[in-house]
């Protein structure tokens, strides 16, 4: 089997960056969202863009951002890839893909079976991102914690590559893996010890128990 992909999201500081890399992350996730509590700056993303280089890649995280922001950040900071996070239509992720010409991975929220055929309306971009969907009204639309009902996605196939993500931490990723079949996964609050400080112990141990199952 391949090695699993492992995002590690909301990186904010080169200590927690190292942390995941040296943990076997292969994508960091950098959020450019005022509202959240792992937001960063554009020099501060920047620098950490810089010293991922050649080791992961970035992907800059956005929530229904317009072309001035995204040019913006394009400009001063290095992304591999940029996860659309927020309500874009496809109409939106396809403009989004031919203006800026990098991999586009949107996240779809989920809470019912009938939430996954959404991946159906976004042909075309790298890949699709399957998050608990937040209760109306939600401060954010993710990094909440909440969790997907595995059993939703149990062999779950799709022509585009999909992530799991919602929820997951050190203790349940193994079990996540095994119930959906996932090969790539995304984490955020699970590897924190308060919203937005990332734990260099919880990284290590997400990452060996994903290798782990994977
Ligand atoms: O992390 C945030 O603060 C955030 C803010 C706005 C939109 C998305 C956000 N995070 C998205 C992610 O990629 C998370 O890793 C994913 O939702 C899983 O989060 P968690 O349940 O905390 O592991």
Redesign the pocket.
Same mark, same amino acid.
Not at 11 to 40: E, M, Q
Not at 127 to 132: H, K, P, V
Not at 188 to 213: L, M, N, Q, T, Y
């Given at each position: 089997m391949a090695r699993i992909g492992i995002k590690i999201?909301?990186i904010s500081d080169r200590a927690s960056l190292d942390a995941a890399i040296g943990a076997g992350a292969d994508h960091i996730?950098l959020?450019f969202?005022a509202k &959240?509590?792992?937001n960063v700056g554009i020099e501060q993303a920047a620098a950490l863009a810089h010293h991922a280089a050649g080791r992961a890649k970035i992907v800059g +995280?956005f929530?229904d951002p317009d072309g001035d922001f995204l040019g913006q950040i394009r400009q001063s900071v290095h992304l591999d890839v940029i996860?659309l996070?927020g309500k874009e239509s496809p109409a939106r992720v396809a403009q989004v893909m031919a203006a800026q010409g990098l991999p586009v991975w949107k996240a779809i929220g989920v809470r019912k079976s009938a939430d996954l055929d959404a991946a159906r309306d976004y042909q075309g971009v790298a890949r699709i991102l399957f =998050?608990a969907k937040p209760p109306e009204g939600a401060d +954010?639309?993710?990094?909440?914690? +909440?969790r997907i009902d595995w059993s939703l996605m149990a062999g779950y196939r799709h022509s585009i590559p999909w992530i799991l993500? *919602?929820? +997951?931490d050190p203790r349940n990723v193994g079990e996540a893996i095994q119930a959906t079949g996932a090969d790539f996964v =995304?984490? &955020? &609050? *699970?590897v924190e010890s308060a919203p937005g400080v990332k734990d260099a112990a919880r990284i290590a141990a997400f990452c060996e128990a994903a290798r782990a199952a994977g």
């Amino acid at each position: 089997m391949a090695r699993i992909g492992i995002k590690i999201c909301g990186i904010s500081d080169r200590a927690s960056l190292d942390a995941a890399i040296g943990a076997g992350a292969d994508h960091i996730g950098l959020v450019f969202f005022a509202k &959240s509590p792992r937001n960063v700056g554009i020099e501060q993303a920047a620098a950490l863009a810089h010293h991922a280089a050649g080791r992961a890649k970035i992907v800059g +995280l956005f929530v229904d951002p317009d072309g001035d922001f995204l040019g913006q950040i394009r400009q001063s900071v290095h992304l591999d890839v940029i996860q659309l996070h927020g309500k874009e239509s496809p109409a939106r992720v396809a403009q989004v893909m031919a203006a800026q010409g990098l991999p586009v991975w949107k996240a779809i929220g989920v809470r019912k079976s009938a939430d996954l055929d959404a991946a159906r309306d976004y042909q075309g971009v790298a890949r699709i991102l399957f =998050d608990a969907k937040p209760p109306e009204g939600a401060d +954010l639309p993710g990094g909440t914690g +909440l969790r997907i009902d595995w059993s939703l996605m149990a062999g779950y196939r799709h022509s585009i590559p999909w992530i799991l993500a *919602g929820g +997951l931490d050190p203790r349940n990723v193994g079990e996540a893996i095994q119930a959906t079949g996932a090969d790539f996964v =995304d984490v &955020s &609050s *699970g590897v924190e010890s308060a919203p937005g400080v990332k734990d260099a112990a919880r990284i290590a141990a997400f990452c060996e128990a994903a290798r782990a199952a994977g």
